[in-house]
């Protein structure tokens, strides 16, 4: 591998566990297939933190909210947080999780490293138009910048979002 590509490989923060990582990386690939663009570790106005947030081509939102545990999911109860930031709201797991502990009100999408598989659909609650803009600009300015600081690491980027 070249030194320029290995300057574009995104380093591993120590936040998610090996176990969150793998959900969120087959969930991406799931999204992607489905024609959404993703952008991970997403701040979003409330102050809050979404795992994955993912936009398709037409401006549609869904932010899913990865869980690794039963513990995981029991212990954080923020997630309620995100639905005034998303058109629908998912949660992702492994295999290992019981589907059931997750609210019906939510879509599910059950993930390994390699893909995964909605489990069920989330319920659509589309976004008022002033969320939707300041969520595709929050979007866009943080892929725009994670990507510049790829490039250019040692510039004046500090917390891309």
């Keep these: 591998m070249s030194s320029i590509a290995k300057s574009l490989l995104v380093p591993v923060d120590g936040r998610q566990s090996e176990v969150a990582l793998s959900v969120a990386r087959g969930s991406a690939r799931l999204l992607h297939a489905h024609g959404f663009s993703v952008v991970s570790e997403l701040s979003l106005p409330s102050g809050r933190r979404a795992d994955l947030v993912a936009l398709d ?4 939102i869904w932010i899913v909210e990865i869980k690794s545990s039963v513990a995981d999911f029991r212990a954080d109860q923020k997630w309620q947080d995100y639905r005034v930031h998303c058109d629908r709201l998912f949660f992702a797991t492994s295999q290992d999780v019981p589907c059931e502990i997750f609210p019906p009100d939510t879509g599910l999408i059950v993930a390994d490293h390699f893909g995964a598989e909605f489990h069920c659909e989330a319920p ?11 969520m595709l600009l929050l979007f866009a300015r943080a892929a725009a910048m994670r ?6 690491p040692a510039g004046p980027y500090g917390d891309v979002g």
């Design 124 to 134: 659509e609650h589309r976004l008022p138009a002033a969320t939707r803009k300041a």
């Design 57 to 60: 081509s037409g401006g549609t």
């Design 147 to 152: 990507l510049q600081s790829l490039v250019d």
